[in-house]
Every structure is written in structure tokens, then in C-alpha cells.
């Protein structure tokens, strides 16, 4: 049953690498915020994989919320809205980001787990383990903004790339990373509305998505400086 959070802790892993190594040939603020998202989701897929196997671990099952559930999707986000031409958009997203994250971090952090409610994990994403207010919150705000930027950004991007005639790998990249956003959240939303069935099926198959789209979008070489989003990579 930890199959799948395994070859998504992988995917993630192998990610975190290859936007790192964008990051280190363009110093891009949106490859800089993405590389920590995928890092976050790393982090916390471990840090589950640990959980379960080291007997329900309170501490690591607060890692993989932390890392995974909480802050992964608003950093995607960031890295998105750095994609935009006014870069005021992306600083006030980012003073949300630490307001909300420093918020769910104590709500996560401050509630008690027993580990009666850990042995109810079974392998699911413990969607019902944490249920402060604190907590669930900003973790709902901050993933909804989160999708919603790099869906948007994503959609706006194919939609200004085609009309320019871009290259088709630079439009399909922001098709596929947009894709697997809507994949990802729809497993999230998957794991609170019935009981994280089919979570990390849909979770590994988005992150799949979204790295083949982040490589796209590195075989990507634009000929001069880019000014928008449709031609930032």
C-alpha cells in the first residue's frame, strides 16, 4: 500500500533536482519558489512514508502536513505569480503565504494527536487526523490560491503563447503543469470529500503531469529577455 507515496516521493525528489538545476543556470524568483514548493512536497511524502513505517510517528505525521498539505500548493502558486509582467502581484501573494503558513504551522504544530487517531491513517492521507480551526483554515485558503494562480497563470500563458505562435513545447509545458495542478488539487479535494480514496493515485499521477511539463517548458530556450508570462521559462 505505500507503493504509490513511494514513486511519488521519487517523482518529487527527481523534480526538486531538475528545478534546482533550472535555478542554478537562470536565477528565475519563479524556479527559486517552485524548487521549494516540490522540496515541501518531498519532504512531507517522507516524512508519511516515516510516519507509517516507524509505527504513526506524531511528529513526522506533522512534517508530511506541513510539507505536503500546507504549504506545497501556495508556493506553486508564488512561483506562478513571479510569472506575471507586475511583479506586485507576486509580493502581495507572498506576504499571504507567510501570514497563512505561520498560521497553519501553529495550528498544525499546537494540536494534539494521540496515537489512537494516527492508527486510523490506514495508508490514507489523514485528511480527518487534524481538525483545528487554526489549522485547516489557512491550509484551505492558501491551497485554493495556490490552484488558482497556477491554473490561471497557466491557461493565460498557453492562451498568450499560441497567439504568438510560441513553440509548441513552450505551450504545451504550461498546458501540462496547469493540468497537473487540477489533478493534484482534485485528489485533495478527493481526500477530505470521500475519505482519501484513490488520494495518492491521483496525487503521484498529477506530480507526473506536472514534471513533464516542467521539462518541457526547461527544453524551452527563448531568443531574447522575456517581458510576460507567455514567454517566461
Known amino acids: ?36 514548493a516540490v522540496a515541501a512536497g518531498a519532504v512531507g511524502t517522507l516524512a508519511y512514508l516515516g510516519c507509517v513505517l516507524l509505527g504513526d510517528n506524531a511528529a513526522l505525521f506533522r512534517v508530511y502536513y506541513v510539507g505536503g498539505a500546507l504549504l506545497t500548493a501556495p508556493l506553486l502558486g508564488l512561483g506562478s505569480a513571479y510569472l506575471l509582467p507586475n511583479v506586485l502581484w507576486a509580493r502581495i501573494y507572498l506576504v499571504i503565504t507567510i501570514i497563512g503558513g505561520t498560521l497553519g504551522v501553529v495550528g498544525i504544530v499546537s494540536q494534539p494527536i494521540s496515537h489512537a487517531a494516527l492508527t486510523t491513517l490506514d495508508y490514507g492521507p489523514g485528511s480527518t487526523i487534524i481538525h483545528s480551526a487554526l489549522a485547516l483554515a489557512p491550509l484551505i485558503v492558501l491551497n485554493s490560491l495556490g490552484t488558482v ?85
Open 149 to 233: 494562480s497556477v491554473v490561471g497563470v497557466g491557461l493565460w500563458s498557453v492562451y498568450r503563447s499560441a497567439a504568438r505562435h510560441a513553440p509548441w513545447v513552450f505551450v504545451g509545458g504550461n498546458g501540462l503543469i496547469a493540468a497537473g495542478t487540477l489533478i493534484i488539487a482534485a485528489a485533495g479535494s478527493m481526500a477530505r470529500l470521500a475519505h482519501g480514496a484513490g488520494f495518492w493515485g491521483g496525487m503521484t499521477a498529477g506530480w507526473v503531469v506536472l514534471y513533464l511539463g516542467v521539462a518541457l517548458m526547461a527544453a524551452y530556450r527563448p531568443a531574447t529577455a522575456p517581458t510576460t508570462a507567455g514567454s517566461a521559462a
Open 1 to 36: 500500500m505505500l507503493a504509490l507515496p513511494a514513486v511519488m516521493a521519487v517523482v518529487l525528489i527527481v523534480l526538486t533536482v531538475s528545478v534546482y538545476m533550472q535555478y542554478r543556470q537562470r536565477q528565475r524568483a519563479h524556479q527559486a519558489a517552485w524548487g521549494v
